[in-house]
């Protein structure tokens, strides 16, 4: 899904993100998005996120390997999941590409023009339809991070991760759960996303609060928008 949002800079900068592994096919998306956004013009700037950060990235000839090498493209890793990986698998070589703090990447982030996330999810059919482009560019930047699929136990670190980054910034967050992602709010899963929900770091939205907002006696029902979900750029992990 890609986010516009607003450019400080002459050179436009597109923020890509990869959460998937090198055998998923959006890993293959990304790296055509990357190379489309070079030819317009784009300075692209790549961060492997999460699952993305694992054993065969170190195997490298890969198109994202080559893309890496063009003139205006920089790719990073993210260092909390790097660190994980090198601890738990002993490895003794240098990280393929230079690691990235999640505090940089939300810089970047309120930098880019636009934002690409190619990850496992995607926007909810039975969520209200977002409409890119609609967000007041002179506003403050308000955020919206949307978990429509069930992570592993590690996945769910770095989406954790992820959201306490900018909440460390101060900024306007939203979590949002959906379809096989309404689980995350249960159970264990529950407990390991309680450090955001109950210090108030970012307002959490379910399948069960938008079917209340939008139900029949509920007046935003009739134009099917959502004031939750306005006037967000939302991240679809």
């Known amino acids: ?3 516009k949002t607003r450019t400080r800079c002459k050179t436009p900068l597109k923020f890509v993100v990869i959460r998937v592994p090198k055998r998923h096919p959006n890993y293959l998306h990304a790296c055509e998005c990357i190379a489309q956004s070079v030819k317009k ?3 692209v700037q790549v961060f492997l996120h999460g699952p993305a950060v694992d054993r065969d990235l170190m195997e490298g000839g890969d198109r994202l390997s080559s893309l890496a090498e063009e003139a205006g493209v920089a790719v990073h890793l993210c260092q909390a999941a790097w660190q994980r990986l090198h601890q738990t698998q002993s490895l003794a070589s240098d990280p393929p590409y230079p ?3 999640l505090i940089a990447t939300w810089d970047a982030i309120e930098r880019a023009e636009a934002v690409c996330i190619f990850g496992f999810g995607q926007w909810p059919a039975h969520w209200p339809s977002i409409t890119v482009g609609e967000v007041d560019q002179q506003t403050p930047r308000a955020y919206g991070v949307m978990v429509a699929y069930s992570p592993s136990a590690a996945d ?3 989406l954790v991760e ?3 980054a900018g909440a460390t910034l101060d900024l306007d967050l939203v979590v949002a759960f959906a379809g096989e992602g309404a689980s995350e709010v249960e159970g264990e899963a529950a407990r ?3 450090q955001i929900s109950d210090h108030g770091l970012a307002e959490v939205m379910t399948d069960a609060s938008i079917i209340k907002a939008h139900s029949a006696e509920d007046p935003l029902a009739k134009d099917g928008r959502h004031p939750g979900l ?3 750029h939302w991240l679809v992990m």
């Open 230 to 232: 306005e006037n967000r």
């Open 156 to 158: 769910r670190d770095s």
């Open 1 to 3: 899904m890609t986010t």
């Open 192 to 194: 390991r996303w309680a």
């Open 99 to 101: 690691v990235m703090s």
């Open 41 to 43: 013009g784009y300075s």
């Open 162 to 164: 992820w959201v306490l």
